[in-house]
C-alpha cells in the first residue's frame, strides 16, 4: 500500500499534470491514514490544492464525515484569505498608482495565475517592490491613509492595513550577505525595465518571466538553506514552468544560476517536479536530474527546521538559523556549494555593519 507521502505526490501529480488517479488507492484508506494525508496536506501548504481532488472522488472513497467538513472548511479559508488578499492588494495599489507609483508582484499573485484554481495557492501577504525608488513614498502614503508602517527591518518594511499585511520590498535580497547578495539585487531590479503587463485588470504589475524564474529560485533556495521548504515551493516552480519554460533564455538562467550558485537546487527542483509531479520539460538544455533528488525530498517531508514561522520572536529565530547551519551542513555543503561556517560569517558581519547598500 502506498504511505501517505506518497498518495500526495500522486494527488499533486494529477493536480498538475492531470496523470490518472486510481480512487481505489483511497477507498480502503483508514481514518488515522486520512487524518495524517489532511495534516500533511497542511503542513506543505498545499491543503485546498489537494482538497479539490480529495472533493471529486467516488462517494465511498471520500474521507470520514469529520475529516470532510474540516477540510472543506479549511480550502474555504485559503481562498476566503486569497481573496482578502487580492481585496487589499488592489486598494493599496490603486493608492499608489494614483500617486504616480507603479508597483511589481513577486511571488503571491505572479505564481498563482498559473494555478489550475489561483485561489488555492495558499498565500502569506502580498509582497511587492516600487519601481523608480518609490520604496519610502509608498511608506508614507500608506500611513497617511490610515495604514501602520513597521520599519524595523531594512530589507522591506509591513504595511498593516483591512486586515492583512504587505511587504513593501526596498531591497528583494537579503543584501547584508555581502557583494553577491547586493549584485543579485542588482540584477533583479535591472530585469524589472520596459513593459510589464498588469495583473487581472488591476493596477499590480507582474514582473518578466526571467525575473520570476530568477526571484523564485532565489527565494525557494534561501528558504531551504535556513530552514527547509514545502511542496507548495515545488508545486509553485512546476506550475511555473508548465506554462513559460519556452518563454524566457534558459542559457541566460542557467548563467545567473551559476553566478549565485542556485544551479543544483534548480537541478534538484527540476528532477523532482518531472519524476513525482509529471510535469514535462521539453527544452533539450534543462538538465532533470540530480544526485540530490531523494534526499531533498525526504528534507521536505521529515524534516521540521521552521524559523520565521514559529511566531517566537526575532532572538529565537536568529539561534535557530545558527543551530540549522550546524544540523544541516549537507545543504551547505552540496547544494549552495559553500559551508555553514562561510554563510555564517556573511550573516553576522552583515548584522554588524549593517551593510545592505546598493
Known amino acids: 500500500m502506498e504511505t501517505v507521502s506518497e498518495l500526495l505526490l500522486n494527488i499533486l501529480r494529477h493536480t498538475l499534470s492531470k496523470s490518472p488517479i486510481q480512487p481505489q488507492s483511497f477507498e480502503n484508506l483508514s481514518e488515522e491514514k486520512w487524518w495524517l494525508l489532511f495534516r500533511i496536506s497542511a503542513k506543505q501548504g498545499v491543503l485546498a490544492i489537494v482538497y479539490d481532488v480529495v472533493s471529486q472522488l467516488p462517494k465511498e472513497c471520500q474521507p470520514p464525515r469529520q475529516i470532510n467538513v474540516q477540510w472543506a472548511l479549511s480550502a474555504e479559508a485559503v481562498e476566503h484569505r486569497y481573496k482578502l488578499q487580492f481585496s487589499g492588494a488592489k486598494w493599496l495599489t490603486d493608492l499608489w498608482s494614483t500617486a504616480g507609483l507603479r508597483t511589481v508582484v513577486i511571488k503571491g499573485f505572479a505564481l498563482s495565475k498559473y494555478y489550475p484554481i489561483p485561489e488555492h495557492r495558499e498565500c502569506g501577504d502580498f509582497d511587492c517592490f516600487l519601481l523608480d525608488d518609490k520604496y519610502e513614498e509608498g511608506n508614507i502614503l500608506a ?3 490610515g495604514a501602520k508602517v513597521n520599519r524595523e527591518w531594512y530589507k522591506h518594511s509591513q504595511i498593516y492595513f483591512r486586515g492583512m499585511m504587505a511587504e513593501n520590498h526596498q531591497f528583494l535580497v537579503t543584501t547584508r550577505k555581502g557583494k553577491k547578495t547586493k549584485a543579485l539585487n542588482r540584477d533583479l531590479v535591472n530585469m524589472l ?5 498588469p495583473f487581472d485588470e488591476t493596477s499590480i504589475l507582474l514582473p518578466p518571466v526571467l525575473f520570476t524564474a530568477l526571484f523564485v529560485t532565489y527565494h525557494s533556495f534561501s528558504h531551504f538553506i ?3 521548504i514545502t511542496m507548495r515551493h515545488m508545486c509553485d516552480w512546476a506550475c511555473f514552468m508548465k506554462e513559460e519554460q519556452n518563454n524566457f533564455d534558459w542559457s541566460e538562467f542557467y548563467a545567473l544560476c551559476k553566478t549565485y550558485k542556485f544551479d ?3 537541478d534538484v527542483s527540476n528532477a523532482i517536479i518531472t519524476k513525482y509531479l509529471g510535469v514535462e520539460l521539453y527544452n533539450k538544455d534543462v538538465i532533470k536530474e540530480s544526485p540530490y533528488t531523494n534526499q531533498v525530498l525526504n528534507d521536505i517531508f521529515y524534516e521540521d ?3 520565521f514561522s514559529s511566531g517566537k520572536g526575532k532572538w529565537h529565530n536568529r539561534f535557530k538559523l545558527i543551530t540549522n547551519m550546524f544540523a544541516y551542513g549537507w545543504k551547505y555543503r552540496d547544494i549552495a556549494q559553500s559551508s555553514s561556517i562561510t554563510y555564517m ?3 553576522i558581519s552583515g548584522y554588524l555593519f549593517k ?3 546598493h
Open 305 to 307: 527546521a521552521k524559523i
Open 226 to 228: 535556513s530552514e527547509g
Open 345 to 347: 560569517f556573511r550573516i
Open 143 to 145: 500611513e497617511q491613509n
Open 355 to 357: 551593510r545592505e547598500n
Open 193 to 197: 525595465n520596459g513593459d510589464m503587463s
Open 264 to 266: 543544483r537546487f534548480v
